[in-house]
């Protein structure tokens, strides 16, 4: 027990660092919008001259910041997900998984207990659906974004887009049970990258 406690702790540590990481790369998104571009955009015209509305600067900075939290984050989920295997299977709670997604599990490390989006559409084969998520699930956490901080599903698209090809740890509430699936936001036969719908939901 002692040596789950200590990967519990450990597990969670990292998931404070993540929603940092992810925080910051929020921030410096809103720095690329606030200049009207994104990561890639040109910051000279035709000619060669730094366009006038961009400070170019500023934006330079924000990328290259954006480029190694990314790395970051990426480095980060992977511990989160080696930690997350060492607690199951170094924990009794194992023989707890007993619905039949085969991507999720109970949980009970649970920080947030809150819901603020709903699942409304999953399209079959698409990663949503392969991650276990189903129509009523209610999302309680998405990567960074929780019942604290979530002001639209902006928030969660923001997540998204930065995250395509990486693992997202996802909570959601299925009637009275709290479950947590892994998410790879990715290009699919289908439009977007998750193969779902959500909305807002007030509890």
Aim: charged share 20%; aromatic share 6%; with cysteine.
């Amino acid at each position: 027990m002692e040596e789950t406690g200590q990967i519990r702790e450990h597990v969670l540590a990292l998931m404070k660092r993540k929603d940092t990481i992810e925080k910051d790369i929020k921030e410096l998104t809103e720095v690329l919008t606030q200049n009207g571009v994104g990561m890639d955009e040109p910051l000279v015209d035709a000619e060669g001259f730094p366009i006038n509305s961009i400070d170019i600067y500023q934006v330079r900075h924000a990328r290259h910041r954006i480029i190694c939290l990314q790395n970051d984050h990426k480095s980060i989920m992977k511990q989160i997900e080696e930690g997350l295997q060492g607690y199951y299977s170094s924990s009794s709670q194992t023989s707890m998984i007993t619905n039949t997604d085969p991507q999720t599990h109970d949980i009970n490390i649970v920080m947030y207990k809150i819901p603020y989006a709903k699942v409304t559409i999953v399209t079959p084969g698409s990663p949503a659906d392969n991650s276990g998520i189903q129509v009523e699930d209610l999302i309680v956490e998405f990567g960074s974004v929780n019942h604290t901080n979530f002001q639209s599903i902006n928030d969660i698209a923001i997540v998204v887009q930065h995250s395509e090809g990486q693992q997202l740890n996802v909570k959601l509430k299925r009637g009275e049970r709290y479950i947590g699936t892994t998410l790879i936001p990715k290009k699919w036969a289908g439009k977007g990258l998750l193969g779902c719908n959500v909305v807002p939901y007030n509890v």
